[in-house]
């Protein structure tokens, strides 16, 4: 039984590696794309074109990145329940800060190029969804977990529904940045092009951190099992 649970524990780690790994080349890609073949990124630039670069990034980076790391530093990190939970919690915050800052770049990039409508794609629902989903969630989960924390059997309840619903935040996340880098590369109009491969390369780099973070978490759980 010891064995089997070393087993588990080893390979949760060496998922979880291989899921970073994806998550840093999503975040190069990315920063390659906006840096090399768009205009850079700054929030308060006079150039719309650069503000608007902002939100993809900080989206990357809170919603997809930062929300996976919370949940695999939560379920497969060697440390105190009390640690994992203050690290989870603060991650999650931290990506819903990101997520809020990227979704003002988007709007303010729409104010600055005029007559532009907002909330009108597929793209841009999943996305408001998504944070607006997420916020919900991170209250419950505090209000439950930390402050002032329910009764036991009342987080027996509600945790399993808060880690199904987490892992169903990241996929919402996910679908929101690969459309939105859809989206982008037909506004663009890119074909066949090394910028069109880049970013291509960039989606399939976020979509293997998602399945690679999902694989961690399966591990950890049948380690938690054994």
């Known amino acids: 039984m010891d064995v089997g649970g070393q087993v588990y524990v080893g390979s949760s780690l060496r998922v979880t590696v291989v899921a970073r790994v994806f998550g840093i080349l999503a975040i190069i890609l990315m920063l390659v794309w906006l840096l090399h073949y768009r205009e850079g990124l700054e929030y308060d630039s006079e150039d719309p074109y650069r503000v ?4 993809p990034f900080l989206m990357l980076l809170g919603l997809v990145i930062s929300a996976g790391e919370a949940m695999m530093t939560y379920r497969s990190v060697a440390a105190t329940h009390n640690v994992q939970k203050f690290v989870h919690m603060f991650l999650n915050l931290l990506a819903i800060c990101l997520g809020i ?3 003002c770049a988007v709007f303010k990039f729409h104010d600055m190029a005029g007559n532009l409508e907002d909330v009108y794609s597929l793209h841009s629902w999943i996305g408001i969804a998504t944070i607006s989903l997420y916020c919900l969630q991170w209250l ?3 209000v439950t977990f930390m402050f002032p924390k329910a009764s036991r059997p009342t987080r027996s309840r509600i945790g399993r529904w808060h880690a199904m619903g987490g892992r169903a935040l990241l996929y919402m996340a996910i679908c929101a940045a690969l459309t939105g880098l859809m989206e982008k590369a037909t506004f663009l109009k890119l074909q066949h092009q090394h910028e ?5 390369f960039t989606g399939l780099s976020i979509l293997l951190f998602g399945v690679f973070v999902e694989f961690s978490l399966t591990f950890a759980a049948y380690r938690v099992n054994i």
């Not at 608007?52 to 939100?55: G, I, L, M, S, T």
């Not at 069109?196 to 291509?200: A, E, K």
């Open 101 to 103: 800052a990227g979704i």
């Open 196 to 200: 069109s491969r880049l970013v291509n």
């Open 140 to 142: 419950i989960g505090f």
């Open 52 to 55: 608007f670069n902002v939100h």
